[in-house]
């Protein structure tokens, strides 16, 4: 079975200040690996994905995260973020099978 | 680009009501899936469907049934609602395994 551990719940950063969301995952198989946002009253939407090929995946809005076997890690980062960014940030683990596992979530808070 | 589409998106439900929640996709998707989202814990599978005819249980099935009669649509019931029913409702649909899914806006359901 696969868990998923995000590792920070909040983050608070200043707008154009780079973000980073840290995301670990645990599983003895190959997996997919996702972010999806929720904005407030908002049903979760797709950032990115990784499925296979360039551990480097970029997404929607700026965003990128990077597959790192080893370490088990998905992080998302985005180099400078908008007000507009606040908003809550799921990790989502797959192992080709019905089973989305989802990490516990990271608010965003961005400050002007 | 209606996507998901869960109804309705509010109740307020008295201890030991019933009620059937909704949620049909336009997008052909053979999976469907129907989780909660309760504070600080992301997203659980309570119960979710491979195919037209099929259900099977989740991570916290207890206290829902589900049924697929038609393919595009998943409906989700609670026979004696409870307070600890108290949540975000959240569908989601995909075409195969391992894909990413796509998600309703939530159905906000408190149990008095």
């Known amino acids: 079975a696969q868990s998923v551990t995000q590792l920070d719940s909040q983050v608070p950063v200043f707008e154009e200040a780079p973000v980073e969301l840290r995301c670990n995952y645990s599983?003895?198989?190959?997996?997919?690996l996702f972010w999806y946002v929720q904005y407030p009253n908002q049903g979760l939407q797709l950032l990115l994905k990784?499925?296979?090929?360039?551990?480097l995946v970029k997404g929607i809005n700026g965003f990128e995260a990077e597959f790192n076997k080893s370490q088990t890690s998905f992080h998302l980062r985005k180099p400078s973020v908008h007000i507009s960014d606040t908003a809550e940030y799921f990790c989502?683990?797959?192992?080709?099978?019905?089973?989305?596992?989802f990490g516990a979530g990271t608010t965003v808070t961005v400050r002007a | 680009n209606a996507g998901v589409t869960q109804t309705p998106k509010f109740r307020v439900l008295k201890t030991g009501q019933s009620m059937t929640l909704l949620c049909a996709q336009d997008?052909?998707?053979?999976?469907m899936y129907w989780y909660r989202q309760d504070p600080g814990m992301g997203l659980r599978l309570i119960h979710y469907?491979?195919?037209?005819?099929?259900?099977a249980k989740g991570e916290v099935p207890d206290g829902y049934n589900v049924s697929r009669l038609k393919k595009q649509n998943f409906l989700l019931g609670l026979e004696s609602a409870a307070p600890s029913q108290t949540s975000v409702y959240f569908c989601?649909?995909?075409?195969?395994?391992?894909?990413?899914?796509?998600f309703g806006d939530g159905t906000r359901l408190s149990i008095l």
């Open positions: 997008m052909n998707h053979e999976y």
């Open positions: 469907s491979v195919g037209e005819g099929t259900t």
């Open positions: 990784y499925l296979s090929g360039s551990t």
């Open positions: 989601a649909s995909s075409d195969r395994e391992g894909q990413p899914q796509h």
């Open positions: 599983s003895s198989v190959s997996v997919y």
């Open positions: 989502a683990v797959n192992t080709n099978d019905y089973k989305l596992s």
